[in-house]
């Protein structure tokens, strides 16, 4: 099983569309989650980190089931703006480094 | 947010020749920086982990003599490809790892260097 699997897409959805993406990783002992946005050719930028009791950033939330070792991100009213690729990352057993997953990508139409 | 920087952001050169990456934090200290490569639609791979004043740890599967890492200063770490070849050719990308006052972290990353050997 590979340490962070995400659904790779891509999703295309019209502008207003609610979309979810979901994550499942392998490590038990993970402690810190989060979910990054990398657009075409760019650096990942943080978008929110994931917390136990679930966290929302204006259209963006993200849940985490500690039980499933699943975490998601919804979005909400979707913005052409929010066409990116969604990674979800999670930290090694150590807590020293980052495990990236492959990625999912979003195509928000108008 | 904190920014990194890295530098050059483009390379290109011919095969055998070695280079070098730098990644510097410009508004913090980072103790502890990482350098990713991703290929295209392929995930972020850690290659190494780059602490200052100590060597580095490498993933398994990289090879420390051909990727040689410096971490000489609280703000900068360098990555040298040395001899490189066509198979090097990848994204390279830098993260700084920043401590919160509250005791949590984030890695911010650098805009990356695209490196193609010819």
């Known amino acids: 099983r590979k340490e962070v699997e995400q659904d790779p897409g891509p999703f295309n959805v019209p502008e207003g569309a609610t979309v979810a993406f979901n994550c499942t990783y392998s490590?038990?002992?993970?402690?810190?989650f989060f979910w990054y946005r990398q657009d075409c050719r760019k650096e990942p930028k943080l978008l929110m980190s994931?917390?136990?009791s679930g966290n929302e950033d204006g259209r963006f939330t993200a849940q985490l089931n500690r039980a499933s070792q699943y975490i998601s991100l919804l979005i909400r009213d979707s913005k052409l703006s929010d066409s990116a690729t969604y990674l979800c990352?999670?930290?090694?057993?150590?807590?020293?480094?980052?495990?990236f997953g492959k990625g999912t990508t979003l195509s928000v139409s108008s | 947010g904190a920014v990194v920087s890295q530098h050059p952001s483009w390379v290109i050169c011919k095969s055998g020749t070695s280079v070098k990456i730098e990644c510097r934090s410009l508004?913090?200290?980072?103790?502890?920086m990482f350098w990713y490569r991703q290929f295209p639609k392929q995930s972020l791979m850690l290659m190494a982990t780059?602490?200052?004043?100590?060597?580095?740890?490498?993933e398994q599967g990289v090879e420390k003599d051909k990727f040689l890492i410096n971490h000489a200063s609280l703000t900068l770490s360098t990555l040298t490809v040395t001899s490189a070849h066509p198979e090097d050719s990848s994204f390279y990308i830098c993260?700084?790892?920043?401590?919160?006052?509250?005791?949590?972290?984030?890695?911010?990353f650098g805009p990356g260097t695209r490196l193609l050997v010819l």
């Open positions: 993260s700084a790892r920043d401590y919160w006052t509250s005791g949590g972290e984030t890695q911010y």
């Open positions: 490590n038990s002992a993970s402690q810190s």
């Open positions: 994931v917390y136990s």
């Open positions: 990352v999670v930290n090694n057993q150590a807590g020293t480094a980052l495990i």
């Open positions: 508004d913090f200290q980072a103790t502890t």
């Open positions: 780059s602490n200052e004043g100590s060597k580095a740890t490498y």
